[in-house]
């Protein structure tokens, strides 16, 4: 039986190497930190306060079901901080019970009283607006509201990923927020009829479909210009040359913004550290970091601009509180389904 | 009689209890993330199943159903045909296409629609080469078929999954007498007539059981089908969970794709009822291969090359093109290796143990009377439909409970706390890794055994070898094909896999895939050639193994007459 023989030597040496592979358990002094947001985006800052405290931190990145995660490893958990992008994220983590508030005057101090919760569950890192691209040589328009997207001007003009996507969940929700859900299901219908192309992609897949002549406006994060903009790939540069950036509004309110932000979890094992991450990750080092190599807006009104960001044009954020819009997502999703707005 | 009755099934239970109580163990451990999922399912505080029912549903089956249809149709059509030539007939390449044809099984489903909609797309090389030579200005001036699409999807996945169906149907071709189809030839039927109604309907249960591979594999997809905005099942389940904030709505849909898996299953049984056909793989029984010449040889070396040049040399150029960009701009980066060690354990870990348990499942069946054991086995193989997040999802809250009694235990009897030991190493990826994939290995072993006559058993149990030693001396050497087969698809399909990589797996730990998958999230998946290629490389070599053991006929002479077997017992 040499095969056997092998099969338990294969399971003997894999299971040792799980057993080495295990990490420390909690006693340690590092801070745990589960994200939604890939690692290279945040490593950078992360560096920062590892070299500045000496306090490691160690990362898990998936696009979903930390939140579930946390729930199910339960009081064992090892997760200390959840960072997610989209206030929906941080809801679903709010809402399974994964969180506890913190109360931080410095926190306070550094972050506008509408990108944190009024009873300190989350807190944004950062801020990014859902703006239009647009064609260079082909668009005249110059300001925009998100309501004349739904305008039979744009007729087969324009490109969107999926309506089922987070960042255009948000941006619904944010509609019925505002103008409620009939208003929406028939602004959403005339937008759908306004599609170039079926929803699908990325963001910026709209920005490569303006060079390509597919479409002349498509709705996406301002971020991705940057990173468009400045990428190492020619490629990428060209599309992101092909388009100007024009920040929507909604009549008589603001440009949708969306954040990223993080929790602390219910059960950090190591809540004084996690504690000064979430400090430090406000301070003006750290958001500098986070404009300069993703291009977003620094939550603390006064940290330095990257100047690729500055040339978005100016900022003028939408008043509606992010908890509103959360409470909405899902009736927007479900219109989303309700118009056939993917199909 | 009565009491002898009594006595045979006092007997019978005696002997199977074994079987019986280790097949009835290992189904409950593999099942658990279904019954977490069920759990889930049944736990809805909101009601959201009459938007499922009116909204959801309607589209994603029609979409999922157009889905399974076509990808059916490629992968049957490809993988029969290839196979049939490359097992019967002689033609410039076919030694190459023969272990070449498997290739495109090495490529994960999501990096070849990432390839694909950046090769085809409005701003993709053949399109702007297209507006080049034509002189258009515009993406609007032209048709062009639209990659990112329902039958781009069909094309993505039928490329990459019409292996398992040539897998299957070349070995059976490769087997199957050639006395039989020289008699259908003598008796005046043309080659076609020989291909179209011997050869393929004694092929039918292998060409099943590849054909279900491969539209589970399609039914599971995400990350493709999310790509390609094909609106699937496996799409809505994620939307209603992401966006609606409804797992348990996620989880209804997730049973309805369970019950697709059903339905497929009984499918492939119903395709193969009462067709066992064992012995007949003396080599001298095999007919000599047709030399084709001039056009038809051509028209076969294009057959070939087509399916093998989409489903992965183009991909494969493609990244080794990026992947020979990044390193010669940025360097090697060593952390590579890392990644590549991660990968190897997990895969590897979980292939040994697939085939362990495949192994074990296949014999009890194969040595079942009654349906009891035979269900439980058909129920292991559940995991294999589920979208990787959504069995990730139902694996957590067992695999939790398992750490929860042991850390309690240790605690108590040793005040030492183990914590999350599953969930803390690499053993929860290990585990979803072989919920997922046990089918593979059940399925590839059982047809392993329907290859080979129960008489030899018989005989070397008359023979007075106990039942464990005619399997370790007379049935074990014989399957060795079978489980090298199983243990590299197992291997292979757990090096691409993603989603329940990324949910389950320890804290600063990353694989190929997921490193990969940093990347596309970052939206520069060129960045991650190198680890997409490695992906690819490391399920290349098995799988140029594979296509070698799997062509070694039976010894000679070992196979009982064949006519003895057919029907069940």
Redesign the interface.
């Known amino acids: ?1 040499v ?2 023989r092998l ?1 338990a030597r ?2 003997g040496a ?1 299971t040792l ?3 080495a ?3 420390a ?2 006693q340690s002094n590092d801070v ?1 930190l589960y994200t939604y947001r ?4 945040i490593r950078p800052a992360l560096e920062a306060f590892t070299k500045a405290t000496g306090i490691k931190v ?9 939140a ?2 946390m729930r ?3 009081v ?3 997760a200390d901080l959840l960072i997610a992008v989209d206030i ?1 994220r941080l ?2 983590a709010i ?1 399974l019970g994964v969180t506890q508030p913190v109360k931080s005057d410095a926190l306070d101090k550094a972050i506008p009283a509408q990108f944190r919760d009024p009873q300190g569950q989350w807190h944004a890192l950062t801020l990014r607006s859902r703006i239009a691209y647009v064609a260079k040589d082909r668009v005249a328009d110059t300001d925009l509201t998100y309501e004349g997207l739904a305008d039979p001007k744009w007729r087969g003009k324009i490109c969107i990923r ?1 309506g ?1 996507h ?1 960042y255009n ?1 948000s941006l619904f929700a944010a509609f019925i927020a505002k103008h409620g859900e009939a208003k929406t299901e028939t602004w959403l219908k005339g937008l759908k009829a306004n599609l170039a ?9 709209g920005a ?2 303006i ?4 479409c002349d406006l498509a709705i996406g994060n301002s971020y ?1 210009v940057g ?1 468009m903009r400045n ?3 020619e ?1 990428q540069r060209k ?1 992101g040359n092909a388009i100007r950036t024009i920040n929507p509004t909604f009549e008589g309110g603001g440009t949708h913004v969306n954040i990223s932000g993080l929790v602390m979890a219910k059960h950090a094992p190591n809540r004084a550290n996690a504690a000064k991450l979430m400090e430090f990750l406000v301070s003006d080092s750290a958001q500098h970091i986070f404009s300069d190599l993703n291009y977003e807006y620094p939550v603390v009104a006064e940290a330095p601009i990257a100047d690729t960001v500055k040339s978005f044009g100016a900022l003028r954020p939408d008043s509606l509180s992010l908890n509103d819009v959360a409470k909405h ?2 009736a ?3 219109l989303v ?2 118009v ?1 707005f ?2 | 009689m009565h009491s002898g009755a009594l006595a045979r099934v006092g007997a019978w239970l005696h002997q199977d209890r074994a079987a019986l109580t280790a097949t009835a163990l290992v189904a409950a451990i593999i099942v658990a993330p279904v019954a977490g999922l069920l759990a889930i399912a049944g736990s809805a505080q909101d009601n959201v199943w009459p938007h499922v029912v009116h909204v959801v549903l309607p589209n994603a089956i029609t979409d999922t159903a157009l889905l399974l249809l076509g990808v059916g149709l490629v992968v049957t059509v490809t993988g029969v045909v290839t196979a049939w030539l490359v097992a019967t007939c002689r033609f410039p390449g076919q030694r190459l296409f023969d272990w070449a044809l498997l290739m495109p099984l090495a490529m994960p489903t999501y990096i070849v629609a990432y390839c694909y909609v950046d090769l085809l797309d409005a701003f993709g090389p053949v399109q702007s080469t297209f507006r080049h030579l034509f002189g258009f200005a515009s993406r609007r001036d032209y048709w062009f078929p639209e990659v990112r699409s329902l039958y781009g999807g069909i094309f993505v996945m039928g490329l990459v999954l019409y292996p398992y169906v040539y897998l299957c149907a070349r070995a059976v071709f490769l087997m199957q007498s050639a006395a039989v189809l020289d008699v259908a030839r003598t008796l005046g039927a043309s080659r076609r007539a020989a291909f179209f109604r011997i050869a393929v309907p004694l092929a039918r249960p292998a060409i099943a059981v590849g054909v279900a591979l491969a539209l589970m594999e399609t039914l599971n997809d995400i990350g493709a089908s999310e790509y390609l905005g094909v609106q699937s099942l496996s799409v809505a389940v994620y939307a209603t969970w992401v966006n609606r904030g409804s797992l348990a709505g996620a989880a209804q849909i997730a049973c309805v794709m369970l019950l697709i898996v059903v339905a497929l299953i009984l499918l492939e049984r119903f395709g193969r009822r009462r067709q066992r056909y064992a012995g007949s793989a003396r080599t001298h029984d095999r007919g000599s291969p047709v030399q084709l010449t001039g056009t038809r040889a051509w028209a076969a070396f294009a057959a070939c090359l087509a399916p093998l040049a989409l489903g992965f040399l183009v991909p494969a150029s493609f990244l080794a093109r990026e992947a020979v960009h990044l390193i010669a701009n940025n360097g090697f980066d060593p952390e590579f290796f890392v990644l590549i060690r991660h990968s190897m354990t997990l895969a590897g870990s979980a292939a040994a143990i697939a085939c362990a348990l495949g192994f074990m499942l296949a014999h009890a069946e194969q040595h079942a009377r009654g349906h009891a054991l035979g269900a439980m086995v058909r129920l292991t193989g559940l995991g294999y439909a589920l979208p990787g997040t959504v069995l990730a999802i139902g694996a957590m809250a067992p695999l939790v409970a398992f750490d929860n009694v042991i850390d309690a235990a240790m605690r108590n009897l040793f005040g030492v706390p183990t914590g999350l030991l599953i969930m803390g190493s690499g053993a929860a990826v290990i585990y979803a890794y072989v919920v997922r994939f046990l089918a593979v290995a059940t399925g590839t072993v059982e047809t392993g055994f329907h290859k080979i006559s129960p008489h030899l058993e018989m005989a070397a149990r008359t023979l007075g070898r106990t039942r464990i030693g005619a399997l370790a001396t007379v049935e074990l050497p014989l399957l060795r094909p079978a489980v090298a087969t199983a243990a590299l698809l197992v291997f292979v399909d757990a090096m691409k896999e993603l989603p329940a990589t990324l949910l389950l797996r320890p804290l600063d730990f990353e694989t190929l895939s997921t490193s990969v998958y940093g990347y596309a999230a970052r939206g520069s998946f060129e960045q991650g050639a190198v680890a997409a290629l490695a992906i690819v490389v490391a399920g290349f070599l098995p799988v140029v193994w594979l296509a070698r053991t799997s062509r070694i006929p039976l010894p000679q002479d070992m196979t009982a007459p064949s006519g003895f077997t057919s029907g069940s017992h």
């Not at chain 1, 890939?38 to 985006?41: D, M, N, R, T």
């Not at chain 1, 160690?58 to 930390?66: C, E, K, P, W």
């Open positions: 039986m095969r056997g099969v294969l399971v894999a190497s799980w057993l592979a295990a990490p358990l909690a745990n890939e690692p290279g985006l160690n990362t898990l990145f998936a696009a979903d079901g930390l579930q995660r199910s490893e339960g064992n958990s090892p929906g809801q679903e809402d999926s089922q987070p969940t192309r079926k929803p699908s992609g990325g963001d910026r897949e490569r479909d060079l390509a002549g597919v991705y990173l990428a190492k790939e490629d599309w997502r899902k927007a999703s479900t389904d309700k056939g993917d199909r």
